[in-house]
């Protein structure tokens, strides 16, 4: 059980970015980085975290390329500094059945529930970071995100813009962060 460090420039997300006009010529910054196996817990769970710079990136606001898990896999967040939007979607294929957003701070936290890919925004002209539990066995695809370009909607300095790579995307609804850390992380294990 080793920490590793992964950094993530613009050049990584470039495909899957709002602006595609501005990725012809912007400059190849660091866009976010994350520690993976900050902690581990003997049942198998990995504590990471990602810090989030907050230079745009051309009209959308800078945000983590976003994954899926395996369907059983759950994923628990916590803003450790600044602000956060959280973007989880329920896709199959080019089909979005269920996209929201919550927006969370300091100290709040949610729920990546099974079967949903997410990614992170930060919007607050600061640097945002989060804590991650999961799985350690838990992988990361980003196959469907990246053929489509990116999640079921951009948030930009105009707003949330509907990517039109998708079929279908049900409407974008709100929701609100838990309203307390678990103090027991257990249901995060699948066996």
């Given at each position: 059980?080793?920490?590793?460090?992964?950094?993530?420039?613009?050049?990584?997300?470039?495909?899957?970015?709002?602006?595609?006009?501005?990725?012809?010529?912007?400059?190849?910054?660091k866009?976010?980085?994350?520690?993976?196996?900050?902690?581990?817990?003997?049942?198998?769970?990995?504590?990471?975290?990602?810090?989030?710079?907050?230079?745009?990136?051309?009209?959308?606001?800078?945000?983590?390329?976003?994954?899926?898990?395996?369907?059983?896999?759950?994923?628990?967040?916590?803003v450790?500094?600044?602000?956060?939007?959280?973007?989880?979607?329920?896709?199959?294929?080019?089909?979005?059945?269920?996209?929201?957003?919550?927006?969370?701070?300091?100290?709040?936290?949610?729920?990546?529930?099974q079967?949903y890919?997410?990614t992170?925004?930060?919007?607050?002209?600061?640097?945002?970071?989060?804590?991650?539990?999961?799985?350690?066995v838990?992988?990361?695809?980003?196959?469907?995100?990246?053929?489509?370009?990116?999640?079921?909607?951009?948030?930009?300095?105009?707003?949330?813009?509907?990517?039109?790579?998708?079929?279908?995307?049900?409407?974008?609804?709100?929701?609100?962060?838990?309203?307390?850390?678990?103090?027991?992380?257990?249901?995060?294990?699948?066996?």
């Amino acid at each position: 059980m080793k920490t590793n460090t992964e950094t993530r420039l613009v050049s990584d997300l470039k495909t899957i970015l709002y602006d595609q006009s501005w990725t012809k010529t912007a400059s190849n910054f660091k866009v976010y980085s994350v520690k993976r196996g900050v902690k581990y817990r003997q049942d198998g769970l990995r504590y990471d975290q990602t810090l989030i710079f907050p230079k745009l990136l051309g009209k959308e606001y800078p945000k983590t390329k976003g994954h899926e898990h395996p369907k059983e896999y759950i994923e628990l967040i916590e803003v450790l500094k600044g602000k956060a939007i959280f973007l989880l979607q329920n896709d199959k294929g080019n089909k979005i059945k269920d996209i929201y957003f919550i927006k969370a701070k300091k100290g709040q936290a949610v729920i990546s529930p099974q079967g949903y890919s997410h990614t992170t925004i930060n919007a607050s002209g600061k640097n945002l970071k989060i804590g991650t539990w999961i799985e350690d066995v838990s992988a990361s695809s980003y196959r469907n995100i990246e053929k489509l370009h990116g999640f079921g909607y951009y948030y930009t300095t105009l707003g949330w813009k509907k990517n039109k790579n998708y079929k279908v995307v049900s409407k974008l609804k709100e929701k609100k962060p838990l309203k307390s850390f678990p103090k027991n992380i257990d249901f995060l294990n699948c066996d």
